[in-house]
C-alpha cells in the first residue's frame, strides 16, 4: 500500500463502493495505533490531553487540515479528550480519504 501521508483526499462520486473488510484492514495497517474500526462504516480514535484547552487547541488543527484536505471529520470535545469519527458520507462508509485524512491527524500530535 502507498503511503497515506503523501496522499490527498480527493472527492468521490455518489455510488462509489465503499471499502469492505480486508480492505479496511490493510488501510488500518498503515495507521497508528488506536484505531478502530465500527461496523465497517467509520473508523474512530480517542485522543487524551491534560486539560480543555489542549483538546481545543487539537481541534482547531484537525479542522484546518480538514478544510485543507476537503474531507472533514465529526469531532467530539470534552475536558481532556477528543473523539474523532471518519467515514465518507455520500457513500455511507469508509473511503481511502478516510485513511488518509486519519493518518495526517495523528501527525498532528
Known amino acids: 500500500m502507498t503511503d497515506l501521508l503523501s496522499k490527498k483526499c480527493v472527492p468521490c462520486s455518489i455510488g462509489a463502493l465503499p471499502l469492505e473488510g480486508e480492505e479496511i484492514e490493510e488501510y488500518l495497517k498503515n495507521l497508528k495505533d488506536g484505531w478502530i474500526v465500527v461496523e465497517d462504516i467509520y473508523i474512530e480514535k480517542t485522543y487524551k490531553f491534560k486539560d480543555f484547552k489542549a483538546g481545543l487547541d487539537f481541534v482547531n488543527k484537525v479542522g484546518a487540515l ?19 469519527k471518519l467515514w465518507t458520507h455520500k457513500i455511507k462508509g469508509l473511503h481511502e480519504n478516510d485513511f488518509i485524512l486519519a493518518a495526517k491527524v495523528d501527525e498532528i500530535i
Open 66 to 84: 480538514a478544510e485543507e484536505e476537503g474531507h472533514h471529520p465529526d469531532i467530539f470535545l470534552s475536558w481532556g479528550r477528543v473523539v474523532l
